[in-house]
């Protein structure tokens, strides 16, 4: 005889066995559901291949084209105002350590960047930043900035080109760092690097400079956090405006210059 006990262990081993066959079945037709909406997928993929390579979807195409038109236009490259670059290569040797200090602190230097868009002619700041004029000093003599282009133009916000980089990505340098320099200098009023300044540029922490740097082009709102070292000619400026008047390659305020800008030559040469 069947206890009540039995009977209700028999039950729930039916109702769990009917819950298996519900799920199998379920399963079952799943598969099968995915197999049908795989195979309708398939013959609508081959047939937009068909109706494209045949050219019936490119009235859609052209549409869309016209649609992004305004946006293309806008950011359109400008005509390259520069010349085509020197022969050569750009120099990868990098240092373990800042160079010993060799220049003449109480002399003036000046920065020669001969480039493709016109000489630019820098008076450097020698006794305000001795460490910074001292690195350009050795860098240039090593032909580290020779060949090497300026890879960075900002024109929204600040007004910089920015150069040194070996590399062209904006994380190259010399392999060494140097001291900020500089940083109360009377030219820097309400957080202000004004146009013709020269400044070393850094990764945001505190003693970072190495080989980059920028040259602002229009009065720029920074804080002063990046070593002014020095001041660019009239005629420097002339050539700087040149290359920002040709835009950068986003339009979107930060990007490649549209203009090639090479370093030919960098010379430093005491006065």
């Given at each position: ?98 160079p010993a ?148 390659s986003t339009g979107a ?19």
């Amino acid at each position: 005889m069947v206890t009540q006990e039995q009977r209700k262990r028999q039950l729930a081993r039916e109702k769990f066995l009917r819950q298996q066959q519900r799920r199998t079945a379920a399963r079952r037709k799943a598969r099968v559901r995915n197999s049908v909406i795989a195979s309708v997928l398939g013959v609508i993929l081959v047939g937009s291949l068909a109706l494209y390579t045949s050219g019936v979807m490119k009235d859609d195409k052209a549409s869309a084209s016209a649609e992004t038109t305004p946006s293309a236009a806008a950011t359109s490259k400008a005509p390259d105002p520069c010349e085509k670059a020197a022969a050569g290569k750009v120099k990868t040797q990098t240092w373990k350590k800042e160079p010993a200090m060799s220049i003449d602190k109480s002399a003036k230097y000046t920065l020669d960047l001969a480039t493709t868009c016109g000489a630019i002619d820098i008076a450097l700041k020698t006794s305000a930043a001795p460490h910074t004029v001292n690195s350009f000093d050795f860098l240039a003599n090593k032909g580290f900035f020779d060949h090497t282009k300026c890879h960075r133009l900002t024109t929204n916000g600040i007004y910089v080109l920015q150069c040194g980089d070996p590399t062209g990505s904006g994380s190259g340098g010399p392999g060494y760092t140097i001291p900020d320099e500089n940083l109360k200098d009377k030219s820097l009023k309400t957080n202000v690097y004004p146009a013709g300044t020269v400044a070393m540029a850094n990764t945001g922490q505190a003693h970072t400079g190495g080989s980059q740097f920028f040259l602002v082009y229009q009065d720029s709102q920074l804080p002063p956090n990046y070593t002014p070292f020095g001041t660019i000619s009239e005629s420097g400026m002339k050539v700087l405006k040149k290359i920002a008047a040709a835009g950068e390659s986003t339009g979107a305020g930060d990007g490649a210059p549209n203009a090639t800008v090479v370093i030919n030559k960098a010379t430093v040469t005491k006065s």
